[in-house]
Each structure stands twice: as structure tokens, then as C-alpha cells.
């Protein structure tokens, strides 16, 4: 495997990442009801204890997109 092949894996991993963590933070923001609902239906969790999840899963996602895709992909953008 060469340094343009895994460049290419991590532009591309960034891409798909970073728009699903774009529409992950829209449904919440803009369908958040619809979305307690559906989940509420699942699971016995109160409106706060569903905003502090969600909170915590699209922050904790973010970092790890971050330090695990986009930081990797930079180092090859600069290495190359």
C-alpha cells in the first residue's frame, strides 16, 4: 500500500465522518422531538436524560472523528 492509497482511505473517511456527524447533529437540532419519541419507545429515559445521551454521543463522535481520522489525515497532507 502506498502513501496515496491511504491518503485517499483517510479524505474519504473524513468525508463520510464528518457528514454523518453533520446529520446526526441536524436530526437532533431540528427533529429532536421525533427523535425522543422513537427512542422513548425503546427505552424508560426522560427528556434530559435523552438531551445529555445525545449530547454526549454527537461530542464524544466528534472527538473521535477528530483525533483518530481528520488529525491522520492532515499528517498525510503534510508528510506527502
Do not use: Q
Not at 481520522?69 to 499528517?75: F, H, K, Q, R
Amino acid at each position: 500500500m502506498d502513501i496515496d492509497s491511504i491518503r485517499a482511505f483517510f479524505m474519504w473517511c473524513t468525508i463520510l465522518n464528518v457528514a454523518l456527524l453533520l446529520l446526526s447533529s441536524l436530526m437532533c437540532i431540528c427533529a429532536g422531538d421525533w427523535v425522543y419519541r422513537i427512542h422513548s419507545k425503546w427505552f424508560s429515559v426522560s427528556r434530559e436524560t435523552f438531551n445529555v445521551a445525545m449530547y454526549s454521543f454527537i461530542g464524544l463522535y466528534k472527538i473521535l472523528v477528530i483525533v483518530f481520522i481528520l488529525i491522520p489525515y492532515m499528517a498525510l497532507l503534510i508528510v506527502g
